[in-house]
């Protein structure tokens, strides 16, 4: 799964180095009571909590670390909190100026934001995990696991690793200390509230430094020799078996384009389904003309018009609206008037249009859309009125 996430653009990696950086800088501050390290490690968590609040899960145990074990309790909790504070709380301002919900697009139906749906309305949380009954949050680390496929869209079984079976079922046999206390509070209030809100497998990831630490140390302190030789070949035979469980992508990393040997647009081309059209809408836009998209989101960072689509923040309400109209010429006048030109769908959906998208509907391509661009992925029609379509 780290292997895999090194090759995205989802923050959970830059989070969870954020969060071993605090641990460390707690860990230094717990042995040497240096002042120096306590502001590090408040500045570091504040960092970690404003890349993404459910940092905060891990780092609560530090703050009680803190208060208990502090030689002016009062003064260090108070330069912890301030410091984490300081740093995380301006992210959340700015979300907050944008969408009005500091939290977006989550907990909408406390902040009602007006670029999003009520809460949990088009998110997904109930199609992951085995559930959270007491006979399944103890089966928990074993099919996370083994058949992480239950925990995410393409994760290949095995995907966790087995971190995770290193420290929940020898977790007796770790030695207690100071330390490990507030690592193992750390790891038990973050397992806990992922399991109970989202088990999601990438949202996992930055409890399993602290996991692997504590689990290698059962084998490193208190264990025969042997089983440090099986340790290690446990965790070194996990990067070949990584490469096999992501065979099918042909380019885990674009090294052409890394090089130099490949242009931005040469990569972009090949790399994300949708850019050579939305080049050619560049080229033939015109000022104030807007272009809808079917499920084309991240198009909108290579197109110099706005983007309409469903879930669009501002025009979603009434797309939604539309979406249930009949395919006819008030569909398409209505289309005009928001300024819609231009619609780029993939071939699939052109094909075989679902319902809740009439302006893919073969009658309505027919009347009012012509065909001006296609690749073996994409379509791009322009509305042009009655009677100046073409037949896919």
């Not at 440090?228 to 990584?242: D, H, K, S, Y």
Request: proline share 6%; charged share 15%; with cysteine.
């Amino acid at each position: 799964m780290v292997i895999w996430l090194s090759g995205t653009t989802y923050i959970d990696l830059a989070e969870t180095c954020f969060i071993v950086a605090a641990v460390v800088g707690f860990l230094h501050w717990l042995e040497t009571q240096n002042f120096g390290w306590l502001v590090a490690t408040g500045w570091i968590a504040g960092v970690a909590a404003g890349t993404k609040a459910n940092a905060l899960a891990l780092l609560a145990p530090l703050a009680v670390g803190v208060a208990l074990h502090a030689r002016q309790r009062g003064r260090a909790l108070l330069v912890f909190a301030a410091l984490l504070l300081a740093v995380a709380a301006p992210w959340y301002g700015v979300i907050y100026a944008q969408t009005g919900n500091p939290f977006f697009p989550f907990m909408n139906a406390t902040f009602q934001s007006p670029q999003w749906e009520p809460e949990n309305t088009q998110l997904d949380a109930a199609a992951f995990g085995i559930g959270t009954s007491p006979s399944s949050l103890i089966r928990l680390p074993f099919w996370l696991t083994w058949d992480t496929t239950r925990f995410g869209q393409g994760l290949p079984r095995g995907g966790m690793g087995f971190a995770l079976l290193l420290v929940f079922p020898l977790i007796i046999l770790i030695r207690p200390s100071k330390a490990v206390w507030i690592l193992m509070a750390s790891v038990a209030l973050h397992a806990t509230t992922w399991a109970l809100s989202f088990q999601y497998g990438r949202y996992f990831i930055p409890a399993l430094p602290l996991i692997a630490v504590l689990g290698c140390s059962v084998f490193l302190d208190a264990s025969p020799r042997w089983s440090r030789v099986m340790l290690f070949i446990g965790v070194a035979i996990q990067v070949p078996i990584a490469s096999l469980m992501f065979w099918k992508i042909p380019e885990r990393f674009p090294l052409g384009y890394a090089v130099g040997s490949e242009s931005e647009g040469a990569f972009l081309s090949r790399a994300i389904m949708g850019y050579d059209g939305a080049q050619f809408i560049n080229n033939n836009i015109r000022p104030g003309e807007k272009v809808l998209g079917i499920g084309m989101e991240n198009l909108r960072f290579y197109l110099k018009a706005p983007l309409l689509t469903l879930g669009e923040a501002s025009r979603g309400q009434e797309l939604r609206d539309l979406a249930e109209t009949r395919p006819d010429a008030e569909l398409a006048g209505t289309l005009e008037r928001m300024g819609v030109r231009y619609v780029i769908t993939p071939l699939t959906d052109l094909q075989k249009p679902q319902e809740f998208y009439p302006w893919l509907q073969a009658e309505f391509v027919r009347r009012f859309e012509t065909h001006v661009y296609r690749d073996s992925a994409v379509a791009v029609l322009r509305i042009c009125g009655e009677g100046c379509g073409t037949s896919p």
